[in-house]
């Protein structure tokens, strides 16, 4: 669920302006009052309340370019569960923390399916990745490849020196800029620095190869975040077709698929020094290779979980700094308290360590409370369910898909006291956490399908901030002006108006 909402809007214009395609319209809206005629749901079932609907569309205007702040409004009237139909595909929206529970706990299993897209499909080679592999042994395998081998803890640690010297890199940037910094476009470069060196053991940034690469991947982010028209209304699943659009995936598709064998076989035909440590590449060679794992994956597997965690890992990390640093900059008291607590622990070293970075409670209590009002993929991945089910007294069939609208929950105030305020203090000698067992607070989800991410994505934020805050004081360029908070339309809520700020380096 994502870009979808404007792709569907730009696929609706073309729809209503063609003359031939107005005619299918008609036809469709005849199929779809002559099914609503003859079709008539299980009287025995109880379904969860819905909306009002158009024809045809149903429930697909209602989103609108933020659907979880629409959908949240649309909760407050129904409720925590409500049925919802995007074009023919019936959707149940999750909105209070008892029914996350529900569906990411006591029926976990029966909701560990994703909805397959046409456009994963293609450019995740038929679904070899894990975040929309279905449930079943070969996700089971990959799962394990993630949470084990490449996203552990230990794993996750061995890339300290990456996070040191590509936020070396940023401090000096920011140390020899003569004007305000944009923050925004900083902050996705780090995040892909990062992600880059970790799985591939160098920057794919200069030369032909480097910017062939970026482009690509700008692209291919892009497009991974669609969903057609015709995955909702299959009747229509011809425009993507006709306006290039299926052409558009196949070209990206084809061209990663080179860039990624490329690099495999270089690394096949001479491999590093450590094939069991360096990167994530060679990780996944070796287990391809050796078997040493009593896990066999495909080829493609490999390639399909390196656009995984390039198109999981980026973009949510450097939402999350982009927010951080806005409310740090609106907030002076909060960004006060931070400097203080991470310039008394540095002291006068250079370097931040791991060991530092666990006594910052302000920093972690600062990013949890951006996750809770800022939260990355506020509707986080869709889920589908496998089998009939019955959730809070409601009959849910197989196939229902399911969307978890953890902003709203992170907001709701049977769980939070003043949500609508950014309070880091609310942190501090909390237990809560977002490690999926508190269902009031899912920014990485929970349960089977719960992201593997988190000690990445963690490591990364905590570092780059503090050393942020530690070594400049920062202002906005235009004091008296106020920040605009407007989100942008997509997958992650992203901040629409880059960041940008002017930073004094900070003596001590
Ligand atoms: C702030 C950063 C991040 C956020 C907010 C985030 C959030 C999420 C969410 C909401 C899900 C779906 C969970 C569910 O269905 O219950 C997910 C899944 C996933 N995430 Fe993350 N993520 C982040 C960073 C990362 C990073 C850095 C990686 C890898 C390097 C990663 C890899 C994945 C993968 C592979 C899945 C699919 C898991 C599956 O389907 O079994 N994520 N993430």
Not at 28 to 52: D, G, Q
Not at 200 to 224: M, P, R
């Amino acid at each position: 669920m994502s870009k979808f909402q404007l792709l569907i809007q730009q696929q609706m214009n073309e729809v209503i302006f063609h003359p031939f395609l107005c005619r299918v319209l008609v036809s469709l809206f005849l199929f779809w009052a002559i099914t609503k005629l003859f079709y008539k749901p299980a009287a025995n079932k109880k379904l969860p309340p819905s909306p009002w609907k158009l024809p045809i569309l149903e429930n697909l205007h209602q989103l609108g370019s933020l659907p979880h702040r629409n959908l949240q409004s649309l909760a407050k009237k129904h409720g925590p569960l409500m049925l919802l139909h995007i074009g023919t595909v019936p959707t149940l929206v999750v909105s209070s923390a008892d029914a996350a529970r529900e569906i990411m706990k006591t029926h976990d299993l029966n909701f560990a399916d994703r909805p397959q897209s046409s456009v994963s499909r293609r450019l995740l080679y038929d679904f070899k990745d894990v975040s929309v592999a279905p449930y079943g042994e070969y996700w089971r395998q990959l799962k394990s490849i993630c949470v084990l081998q490449l996203l552990s803890n230990k794993r996750v640690q061995s890339f300290h020196s990456i996070r040191v010297e590509e936020t070396a890199l940023l401090v000096n940037k920011i140390r020899n800029s003569t004007s305000s910094v944009n923050l925004s476009e900083m902050f996705a470069q780090i995040t892909n620095d990062v992600v880059c060196r970790s799985v591939f053991g160098q920057k794919y940034i200069d030369g032909q190869n480097g910017k062939k690469f970026l482009s690509l991947l700008a692209e291919f982010l892009e497009l991974l975040g669609n969903f057609t028209l015709g995955d909702f209304i299959p009747g229509l699943s011809w425009i993507s077709r006709v306006n290039g659009f299926d052409a558009r995936v196949d070209k990206v598709s084809k061209e990663m698929d080179e860039f990624l064998e490329g690099v495999i076989r270089e690394r096949m035909e001479t491999p590093g020094e450590d094939k069991n440590g360096a990167n994530f590449v060679d990780i996944l060679l070796n287990i391809y290779q050796s078997n040493s794992t009593g896990i066999s994956i495909h080829r493609d597997s490999i390639k399909a979980i390196i656009l995984d965690v390039y198109a999981a890992g980026i973009e949510t990390t450097s939402t999350v700094l982009e927010w951080a640093m806005t409310e740090l900059l609106r907030h002076p008291s909060a960004m006060k308290k931070l400097q203080t607590e991470v310039r008394e622990i540095v002291k006068d070293k250079q370097d931040i360590t791991e060991n530092d970075l666990k006594k910052m409670h302000y920093l972690k209590a600062v990013i949890k409370e951006n996750l809770r009002f800022h939260t990355p993929i506020p509707l986080l991945v869709p889920r589908v369910a496998r089998k009939d089910v019955k959730i809070m007294g409601y009959d849910i069939s197989a196939g229902t898909m399911v969307i978890t609208n953890a902003w709203a929950i992170g907001r709701d105030p049977v769980s939070w006291d003043e949500p609508e305020k950014f309070r880091p203090d609310r942190f501090l000698n909390s237990s809560k956490d977002f490690k999926g067992q508190d269902f009031d607070f899912i920014p990485f989800g929970a349960g089977r399908r719960g992201c593997p991410g988190i000690a990445f994505a963690m490591a990364t934020k905590e570092f780059v901030l503090a050393n942020l805050v530690q070594k400049f004081d920062w202002k906005l360029p235009d004091e008296g002006k106020e920040l605009d908070m407007k989100e942008r339309p997509g997958v992650t809520a992203r901040i629409d108006v880059p960041l940008l700020a002017a930073a004094t380096q900070y003596r001590s």
